[in-house]
């Protein structure tokens, strides 16, 4: 459904012109394949530091609970420190 959802307001933005007539943003041209790898701006790392760590804390909270919720329903036990080892 999501899919054309975006087929279909592409397509009314593209025959009302909607990007002179109300000012949206379209991104034009994307090219095919693949970037060629290359090394990250390492300037960058401080700042991402804190939100990967909250990342990290919300991906394992939220794996950890549903872990707990099937295993209540399929009545077995659930290692907090397995499950961290084995989503790292």
Do not use: R
Request: net charge negative.
């Amino acid at each position: 459904m999501q899919f054309i959802v975006v087929i279909i307001a592409t397509v009314v933005s593209y025959l009302l012109d909607l990007k002179t007539l109300a000012g949206i943003k379209v991104i034009g041209h994307v090219p095919t394949g693949l970037p060629s790898p290359e090394l990250p701006d390492v300037s960058m790392m401080p700042g991402l530091i804190g939100d990967a760590f909250t990342i990290t804390i919300i991906g394992y909270v939220v794996t950890l609970s549903i872990a707990k919720i099937l295993a209540d329903k399929f009545n077995y036990n659930v290692d907090p420190n397995q499950e961290l080892i084995a989503i790292g």
